[in-house]
């Protein structure tokens, strides 16, 4: 495996920016180079502020900086919690932060760090200013979350901390998703590569088979397939040929995704692990950018399909490890040419859509009794993740976001960028109960309580043995009309074609209805717009609008909206 270990500034005269071009990157340089000056001023500042983090409830002591607790509002805040590492179990999302080392070319330019991990589950940023006096001032922004990796952690202890017991849910059918997300040149490559490295040995390597593979799960029992796709945008590709061929992500009939002429590889062992992951990166699209020689341009999706043969009626298991585009913040993409901006515009466009499936999911579980739209039909990359985004998933899933950040006091900004994106996601991390299965849905069927229905339904017509050996309710809805067809006939070759598709739509009909009653009842529990909704009213209409009954507010709007439209057609 290859790691990106040089970081240079690629300097392009010919895509300089023109003045007044977007921000204006020179006067945040200028800042930027007056902080790097007067480094030493701040360090006694980030001393202070430091120790003060270190201690326990720092926010109820009151710092004599501009401290900010950002997330004292989060109903989960781990005020003083201690130092240890929260347990990785029993909720569906973890947040961890993974704060790189400074590098080489950073310290040659000056720069210093400014974000630390404060205690194992708490970061605290400083943002250097020079406040109107002229004084050195950090303002300090402290951020909980579950795991907080330093510069001196290893890609082991990373594996070890987070990796190993979330691969473990997904090696007993369950769907497990590792996501590295930060701004380009933050380390999410190092540590993605670094995982699948230790990731490949640990599932592969029998001689250093880890003690949690137990024997029921262990190789004879079940079979590995490995894909590796690149999405950007609306576009995916397979990493696992050269030539990159486009592969379709969609939804069959029964909302299950699907990812079509994708290829997939058998793993046998460790080695051949590592070759499959250093081949599929190496094909992987990278450009130069401001930040990065080497920035990844696209969201790297390393897909495991857990095939169990002991169960072969059980769903298959999934492991996801994503290395997710860099995001990049206005001054990062200040050298980019048209091409590279568009691109720019479609990551950022996709990592919007998944920070608002993850929130949304996250809110959904805070508020149980309210409907939250989860657009996860938005992007492709969301489309994939579908089964680990979903609130009323079936299935036993678990989502670790990992935001990588750099320590550098020129990349505070999108360091706290990085910690703002991921800080809601935690938010909905109360132990919210699974909606339990609906029975009367035949998607939800276990063999032998479709081999019930097959029985009563067709009054012994039709032999279960012959039509679903083995196969769940889900497994049989997805097999083709004529297959089911034909399953039926061979069983019972005098109920005619005509009798049994009929039999084949009844199940469907049972399947439909279901869904349509789900729907009905979700949309009821929406609260409900009406269908004129007051549009921006200043304070003094708002408190109109507040005395005014339901009837009298409809018409008042529907004044309004006469008035605008009369004035857009005089106009
Ligand atoms: P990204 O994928 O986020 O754009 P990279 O993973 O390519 O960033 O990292 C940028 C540079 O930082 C690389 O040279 C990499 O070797 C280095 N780096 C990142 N994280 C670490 C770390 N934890 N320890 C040492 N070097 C790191
Ligand atoms: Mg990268």
């Keep these: 495996m290859t790691s990106t270990e040089s970081y240079a500034m690629p300097v392009d005269p010919k895509s300089q920016p023109k003045s007044g071009d977007g921000p204006n990157p020179v006067g945040v340089h200028k800042k930027l180079a007056e902080i790097v000056q007067r480094a030493g001023e701040f360090q006694d500042q980030i001393q202070i502020a430091l120790t003060q983090a270190q201690k326990p409830k720092v926010r109820d002591q009151g710092l004599e900086l501009d401290l900010e607790a950002e997330n004292s509002s989060n109903p989960l805040d781990l005020k003083g919690s201690g130092g240890d590492h929260r347990a990785l179990d029993g909720r569906d999302i973890d947040v961890c932060i993974r704060v790189r080392p400074l590098l080489p070319p950073e310290m040659a330019r000056g720069f210093f760090p400014t974000t630390f991990v404060t205690r194992n589950c708490s970061v605290l940023s400083l943002e250097p200013r020079v406040d109107v006096r002229g004084a050195p001032r950090v303002k300090a922004h402290d951020y909980d979350v579950d795991f907080a990796f330093g510069p001196d952690h290893s890609n082991q202890h990373v594996y070890d901390h987070v990796t190993r017991p979330l691969i473990e849910r997904g090696l007993k059918g369950g769907v497990c998703t590792l996501l590295a997300y930060g701004q380009t040149g933050s380390g999410k490559t190092f540590t993605i590569e670094g995982i699948l490295r230790k990731l490949g040995r640990d599932l592969l390597q029998s001689s250093r088979a880890p003690p949690w593979l137990t024997a029921e799960m262990n190789e004879s029992v079940l079979k590995l397939h490995m894909a590796f796709y690149e999405i950007l945008g609306h576009r995916a590709t397979d990493l696992m040929q050269e030539t990159r061929p486009d592969i379709t992500i969609m939804e069959d009939k029964f909302g299950q995704m699907i990812v079509k002429e994708a290829s997939e590889v058998q793993l046998i062992s460790g080695d051949q692990f590592e070759a499959v992951v250093d081949r599929a990166m190496s094909h992987r699209r990278t450009k130069t950018t401001f930040k990065n020689d080497t920035s990844s341009r696209s969201h790297a999706v390393c897909a495991i399909r857990v095939e169990n043969t002991a169960m072969p009626a059980a769903e298959h298991g999934?492991?996801?490890?994503?290395?997710?585009?860099?995001?990049?913040?206005?001054?990062?993409?200040?050298?980019?040419?048209?091409?590279?901006?568009?691109?720019?515009?479609?990551?950022?466009?996709?990592?919007?859509?998944?920070?608002?499936?993850?929130?949304?999911?996250?809110?959904?579980?805070?508020?149980?009794?309210?409907?939250?739209?989860?657009?996860?039909?938005?992007?492709?990359?969301?489309?994939?993740?579908?089964?680990?985004?979903?609130?009323?998933?079936?299935?036993?899933?678990?989502?670790?976001?990992?935001?990588?950040?750099?320590?550098?006091?020129?990349?505070?900004?999108?360091?706290?960028?990085?910690?703002?994106?991921?800080?809601p996601i935690r938010v909905g991390q109360s132990n919210r109960e699974k909606i339990p299965p609906n029975p009367k849905n035949p998607a939800n069927w276990s063999n032998s309580e479709l081999r019930h229905w097959v029985e009563t339904t067709s009054k012994g017509s039709v032999n279960p043995d012959i039509l679903c050996p083995f196969e769940s309710g889900r497994q049989i809805l997805r097999l083709s009309e004529i297959d089911f067809l034909t399953r039926v006939l061979e069983s019972n070759p005098k109920m005619g074609e005509k009798r049994a598709k009929v039999f084949y739509v009844s199940l469907w009909k049972k399947l439909i209805d279901c869904r349509t009653a789900i729907r009905k009842q979700k949309l009821k529990a929406k609260p409900q717009r009406s269908g004129f909704e007051p549009y921006d009213l200043g304070e003094e209409l708002a408190k109109q609008a507040a005395e005014q009954t339901d009837e009298q507010m409809k018409q008042e709007n529907e004044r309004r909206f006469n008035e605008l439209r009369t004035f857009h057609i005089r106009s």
């Design 318 to 423: 999934r492991i996801f490890v994503i290395d997710l585009a860099g995001s990049e913040s206005a001054s990062d993409s200040q050298f980019h040419d048209r091409s590279l901006i568009k691109e720019t515009q479609m990551i950022n466009a996709s990592l919007m859509a998944l920070k608002e499936c993850i929130r949304n999911r996250a809110l959904s579980a805070l508020n149980p009794d309210k409907f939250y739209h989860i657009p996860y039909r938005n992007s492709k990359l969301t489309l994939l993740l579908k089964d680990a985004l979903e609130v009323e998933s079936h299935r036993q899933c678990k989502t670790v976001v990992m935001a990588c950040v750099s320590p550098s006091c020129g990349d505070v900004a999108m360091t706290l960028n990085t910690l703002r994106y991921v800080a």
